[in-house]
């Protein structure tokens, strides 16, 4: 299904711009619209949830808090709407990892930028717990960058359902890529079929009018990742499409090694699915 | 974005010609590749006959299954003729194993509904299937050869699985003359659930699907029973639905509505997770 309908989350502190700007640039390639979402999540939790949805003239700094979100969504709206570009605003008074989850519904793709933004952490989005509750594909864009031009995409090949649900999800994008590799990392007792299995997905992307696709196997470094991240550097990928393994456990997101490394570590924009 | 290839479980097993059939319609609709599969796993030693010990059975077993198998894959041939990429998979493996590990291949799988005891080691497990495969299933009732879903149901509750399934079933969605959202509504949480619909619904509309009724259930127990008598009253072609389950001691355990639509609706359910 192509991408008509895009999510940005926008931070109440940095410079507009970076993974912003990168969410721009697509909403143009795909001529989607673009949803900016900025939360902040008032300090007491046992406000009543018609407070929330109608701050009262009486409470200051409800009032206040949306005032600033809304300032931020006019600063939004001014930066980035163009007559072709369609942009949207939503303020809303929840932790921003809630908040963006939550109207993810509406959108297609999300786009959230990196770790380490803001030291708040009522205003702090978490890029993997967004991840593990959008039930949409997430785009994590490093801090560093603020443009994306997915030419050269690598799939991260696990056989397993994040790794299918994000190959799908990410069909918009290979089709307009240059060149795209599947890379299956073997780990200990998956060796058999591996490169049947990179070839199969490479079918299935043939089918969906992907052009260009190569195949690797590689194996195991110490470190998982290592693999992988010699891969981008040694091929000059743009974009790194990968499957989000993890779960909650009492009411906390554990993640998979592989993917808590990759969004710590990584320096290009990648696209999870869970 | 459309169905660009199908999967169909194609089996000796209760209306497996009928499932075809349908998945023939349906590929040739979307001129779709499509991928037939079917797996057959050993007997157990207790339940095969004769001799139980050594390699020479399973040698001659696994020749049997293989042979058995090319003869499935010819009539999946012959009766999936019209269809322009039509390709076989059959493999002495679990059915169910199988099916999950090859559904990477498909855009859509399509499989009936579990059976009896007999079929333990031909048939698959449909909620292993949903939970593992990544892959949107479309589940089939026994004895249905058609689908052409221009009524489509989406049972909506606003979860993962929910968004998946929404999402997966566009392609469907934009052939519907009606697609009526039922959304599954918690007492105290009408006005969010106001919002999430009126979300989707701008969402569908974006994808070119145009939301003909929105609707509210409001029911705490037997959700699945209302939601298959909203759908028969409705005369809906499809259900499409999340379908949840997580795991308890390795064992997939399901949500007690995904578990009732997959026994008792004699619609077409297309389940997402």
């Known amino acids: 299904m192509p991408y008509v309908s895009l999510l940005v989350h926008v931070d109440l502190e940095d410079q507009l711009g970076g993974h912003v700007g990168v969410a721009a640039d697509l909403a143009d390639l795909f001529r989607a619209r673009l949803i900016g979402v900025a939360g902040w999540a008032p300090m007491s939790v046992f406000l009543a949830q018609e407070a929330l949805d109608n701050p009262g003239v009486g409470d200051f700094h409800l009032q206040d808090m949306k005032t600033l979100l809304d300032q931020r969504g006019k600063e939004f709206c001014a930066a980035f709407g163009t007559p072709e570009r369609k942009v949207e605003w939503r303020s809303i008074l929840d932790f921003p990892t809630e908040a963006v989850a939550r109207e993810a519904r509406s959108a297609d793709l999300v786009i959230v930028g990196g770790i380490a933004q803001s030291k708040d952490p009522f205003r702090r989005l978490d890029p993997g717990g967004t991840i593990l509750k959008a039930g949409r594909p997430v785009l994590v864009v490093p801090k560093h960058l603020a443009k994306l031009s997915p030419k050269r995409i690598a799939i991260a090949w696990k056989d397993a359902r994040e790794a299918r649900r994000a190959v799908c999800d990410a069909l918009p994008l290979l089709e307009k890529a240059e060149s795209v590799v599947v890379v299956e990392v073997l780990e200990e007792g998956s060796s058999n079929g591996a490169s049947h299995r990179v070839k199969d997905v490479a079918k299935y992307l043939t089918r969906h009018r992907v052009e260009i696709i190569t195949e690797q196997v590689r194996p195991a470094d110490v470190i998982p990742i290592n693999s992988l991240l010699r891969l981008i550097e040694s091929e000059n990928i743009d974009l790194l499409v990968a499957g989000a393994y993890g779960h909650s456990r009492l009411g906390e997101w554990v993640f998979g090694g592989v993917t808590r490394d990759l969004l710590a570590e990584i320096q290009i924009c990648c696209l999870f699915s869970h | ?273």
């Open chain 2, 1 to 273: 974005m459309s169905f660009a290839a199908l999967m169909v479980h194609f089996d000796t097993g209760p209306s497996s010609h009928q499932r075809l059939r349908l998945a023939v319609d349906l590929a040739i609709g979307f001129e779709a590749a499509l991928i037939g599969i079917a797996g057959r796993s050993y007997l157990p030693p207790f339940l095969a006959d004769g001799d139980t010990g050594g390699t020479e059975r399973k040698n001659g077993e696994q020749q049997e299954m293989t042979r058995a198998l090319a003869e499935i894959g010819e009539k999946f041939h012959a009766a999936a003729k019209q269809v322009t990429h039509a390709e076989w998979r059959g493999t002495p493996d679990d059915a169910t194993n199988l099916i999950v590990r090859e559904a990477r291949a498909a855009d859509l799988v399509i499989i009936g509904r579990k059976h009896g005891l007999e079929q333990q080691y031909y048939g698959l497990d449909p909620g292993v299937t949903i939970v593992r495969c990544g892959r949107p299933v479309l589940l089939v009732p026994d004895r249905i050869d058609s689908l052409d879903p221009r009524r489509i149901v989406v049972a909506w509750k606003d979860t993962r699985e929910s968004r998946r399934a929404v999402r997966d079933a566009i392609p469907l969605l934009k052939r519907a003359n009606q697609v009526i959202i039922v959304e599954i509504c918690e007492h105290g949480a009408e006005a969010q659930s106001l919002q999430s619909v009126n979300d989707l619904g701008d969402y569908l509309l974006q994808h070119d699907v145009t939301v003909t009724r929105k609707a509210y259930l409001h029911t705490e127990l037997a959700v699945a029973d209302e939601l298959v008598r909203f759908a028969e009253d409705e005369r809906a072609d499809l259900i499409v639905a999340g379908g949840y389950g997580h795991s308890r001691l390795g064992e997939w355990a399901f949500g007690g509505v995904t578990r009732r639509l997959l026994g008792e609706s004699r619609i077409c359910g297309l389940f997402s997770h």
